[in-house]
């Protein structure tokens, strides 16, 4: 009996398995308001600069753009009187005296700092540095994680998420707005990896896909919340607030969540181990299975996962053989594209000039059918033809918004919500191609470097927006062409459908052309090592 098997024997569709995606699934609908909480609390409303002080009431005009529309950071040197006709163009000076805002519908770190104008590249700053947090926290709470276990950095990422979040909500100065959501990022990190790690080393073999789908889709309900949330509290600092204290009980409920029996084990806590797992047998009516276990068999079916963690491989093995180095590179490319092209459209909502709550509704909604259709490409087209069609996709939806003139909102909208929707799709594509092209002595390091690079597709993506003061086209030309070279660099990897997993470097030479033989192996054995279908993690990167 493996070691899965053994726990398999003790939580197998039983009620442990529903409070388990309970308990990790409710925090995940808060992740999806962090995600995107930006695209309410840094909405730009519109505003035009604050008249002098010496400017007469009633005759004070604004200098109007190309457009024909008034400058929102120019204004005129001197107040226009009766005998200045309103078109006329006199000499201009910037706001001086600050600005007015719009804000009926809502307020916004953008009203509350004046982040307009020249300040408006602190706004994509403070994206930047959030996604920067969660990059740090990925890096430092994975290593902590491994030492620590799985449940103390759970809990402390909940209390610490809990913490900053309510305390950016009352941040008397924009620097400390963006410590504290970099530490938001910083503990989101640590919530996302606990929660995989723990789904995947507690649910059952065979429920194990059906649980990962159905935590991925807690983070789209998520994205349904967000809107009605920010309709219902239009003052930025209460939403952040609102959207923050709920992961106080979360941080009280993780008490319940039992830590990783395989962790335990390994770390030298057997006996504690075992007494959980007896008490998981008798919450699911099996106490007879719980009472037969013992520390011994315990021990012996983790003899395989001893010997694998004694074994010492590094990130230079992802570039030992010539396979590995362009599975590799592709990789890292095809990751860094979807996560720099997903941001670039999911955090530009307010662009598309449809209405705000509306539309984010229909950018989550979308991401219902795109993991759908994903697995059923993945299970009859191949892993390979989904993600290259689905970046290819991507990257022509959003180069093609540099055609389409900005007052037919209703197509702009349409293809960003199709780009959104396939680039969804290619992170759910991800998650599984990317286990299976790496072996396992080295897949954990595979999964580790390629997550990172998404993550840094997602901290650049803000920062590009920037560019759009020296002409309006250029940032999706980027986000466009770097999409289409992620979809590109697919294509030079392999397919992994009905293929057995890789064990070692080894196994991954097989695939050369050379080393290959036509040998049919049988059905049985392909089905018994055939990874089960799984959507990306939890879909956060959606984090």
């Not at 005296?97 to 804000?103: A, Q």
């Not at 990962?212 to 930025?236: D, K």
């Not at 600092?237 to 992961?247: A, E, H, K, N």
């Not at 598309?352 to 991401?367: C, K, R």
Request: net charge neutral; glycine share 8%; charged share 15%.
């Amino acid at each position: 009996m493996t070691f899965s098997q053994l726990v398999d024997s003790v939580n197998s569709k039983g009620p442990f398995q529903f409070l388990m995606v309970v308990l990790l699934g409710l925090p995940i609908l808060g992740m999806a308001n962090h995600n995107l909480l930006q695209i309410f609390t840094a909405a730009t409303p519109a505003h035009h600069c604050r008249p002098p002080p010496n400017a007469s009431v009633g005759l004070w005009t604004l200098p109007t753009g190309l457009n024909g529309k008034p400058e929102s950071c120019l204004r005129f040197v001197y107040a226009p009187n009766t005998s200045l006709p309103n078109d006329t163009q006199g000499a201009t000076e910037p706001c001086l005296d600050g600005w007015v805002y719009n804000i009926s519908t809502r307020d916004s770190i953008v009203t509350e700092w004046d982040l307009v104008c020249n300040s408006n590249k602190l706004k994509e700053m403070a994206q930047s540095v959030f996604m920067a947090g969660i990059l740090v926290g990925g890096i430092v709470l994975g290593g902590l994680s491994d030492r620590f276990g799985r449940k103390p950095i759970l809990s402390c990422s909940y209390l610490l998420l809990a913490a900053s979040g309510s305390g950016a909500a009352f941040s008397p100065t924009f620097p400390v707005y963006m410590v504290l959501r970099f530490m938001c990022g910083f503990s989101m990190a640590g919530v996302t990896l606990s929660t995989v790690i723990l789904n995947v080393e507690w649910m059952s073999t065979r429920l194990r896909a059906i649980m990962t789908v159905g935590l991925g889709y807690f983070y789209t309900v998520g994205q349904f919340i967000l809107p009605g949330l920010a309709y219902i509290i239009p003052q930025w600092r209460w939403l952040q607030f609102t959207v923050s204290v709920p992961f106080f009980a979360f941080f009280l409920l993780s008490w319940w969540i039992p830590e990783s029996i395989r962790w335990m084990v390994l770390s030298g806590k057997s006996l504690k181990a075992l007494k959980i797992l007896q008490w998981v047998a008798a919450f699911n009516g099996k106490k007879e299975e719980g009472e037969k276990l013992s520390l011994e068999e315990l021990k012996l079916n983790l003899q395989t996962e001893i010997s694998l963690a004694k074994a010492k491989y590094s990130v230079a093995d992802l570039f030992r053989t010539p396979i590995l180095r362009r599975v590799t590179f592709c990789l890292s490319l095809a990751w860094f594209a979807t996560g720099f092209g997903y941001y670039s459209l999911a955090m530009g909502v307010e662009e598309f000039g449809v209405n705000l709550y509306l539309l984010q509704i229909i950018f989550g909604g979308v991401d219902i059918p795109a993991k759908f259709i994903t697995i059923l490409s993945m299970s009859y087209l191949g892993r390979h033809t989904t993600e290259v069609t689905t970046l290819l996709l991507a990257g022509g939806s959003i180069l093609a918004l540099i055609f389409v003139p900005s007052d037919l909102q209703i197509l702009r909208t349409v293809l960003a919500v199709f780009g959104k929707g396939c680039l969804s799709s290619s992170f759910s594509c991800l998650f599984l191609y990317t286990s299976e092209l790496y072996p396992t002595v080295i897949r954990q390091t595979g999964m580790g470097v390629t997550n990172l690079l998404t993550r840094m597709g997602s901290m650049t993506a803000p920062l590009v927006k920037i560019t759009g003061e020296l002409h309006p086209f250029i940032p999706n030309l980027i986000f466009g062409t770097i999409t289409l070279l992620g979809g590109g660099a697919s294509l030079f990897l392999p397919e992994t459908l009905n293929q057995p997993l890789p064990e070692t470097i080894e196994d991954v030479e097989k695939w050369s052309p050379q080393a290959k033989e036509p040998k049919q192996e049988p059905e049985a054995e392909k089905d018994s090592q055939r990874i089960p279908l799984q959507t990306c993690g939890l879909d956060l990167g959606p984090s």
